[in-house]
């Protein structure tokens, strides 16, 4: 019976997140602060807590006592920060969702022409993690393009070509319990998708572009 109660309960929430999003401008925002610090995670049975997944990063909080804590892969291939420069959106969803209580990773490509300031990269490969309020970021390794030529298609590649070899570990280390596509672009969705599938995880793909726009 604990465990029934502690399923609904996951899914409550989940289910909360993606009809909020349907509700904001057909999944294209979760735009207020203040729904944020209402999106309230659900009772637990007593004695009972969601799975932990990979270890805590430090330097974030806990959720209260009594609420689910949900595992958040947000995959945008532009995210930024307050220390890169745009995009904001991710960061500033991510920075409510941990204020929450809830664990966020957002996957990331290190090349972005609308950032100010690219991520230092360490040596080696694989991606760069590093922590910003609260919220893990991973950086992927891409080349640097200019214009919307052949050099922003090897960009857009190279990232997918590495989620998609380490969705496995994202769906094993961080144990995510909403997986979110995006990166503007939909060619983030198969990732996600493959990501979720393997995590049990709730697929979200968050529209908020026309892309590619001279077609259209």
Do not use: K
């Not at 949900?70 to 745009?86: D, E, F, T």
């Amino acid at each position: 019976a604990a465990r029934s109660a502690l399923s609904f309960s996951r899914r409550s929430a989940i289910s909360w997140l993606s009809s909020w999003g349907r509700r904001s401008s057909v999944m294209s925002g979760f735009r207020s602060t203040g729904d944020f610090r209402r999106w309230a995670a659900y009772p637990l049975a007593p004695g009972h807590l969601p799975p932990q997944g990979a270890a805590i990063i430090g330097d974030r909080p806990s959720a209260p006592p009594g609420r689910i804590r949900l595992n958040i892969l947000l995959i945008n291939h532009y995210a930024g920060s307050v220390r890169h420069g745009m995009e904001f959106r991710p960061y500033y969803m991510a920075r409510e969702w941990v204020r929450a209580g809830h664990r966020v990773r957002i996957a990331a490509a290190s090349y972005s022409h609308v950032r100010s300031r690219q991520p230092d990269l360490q040596p080696g490969p694989g991606p760069t993690r590093e922590l910003i309020d609260g919220i893990e970021y991973l950086w992927y390794p891409t080349p640097a393009y200019g214009g919307n030529g052949l050099s922003r298609v090897r960009n857009i590649f190279a990232f997918l070509r590495q989620m998609h070899r380490d969705a496995r570990r994202h769906a094993q280390e961080f144990a995510p319990d909403v997986v979110i596509a995006s990166s503007t672009y939909p060619m983030d969705i198969w990732v996600a998708r493959s990501i979720a599938c393997r995590a049990g995880a709730r697929l979200v793909f968050e529209v908020h572009d026309l892309w590619p726009l001279s077609p259209i």
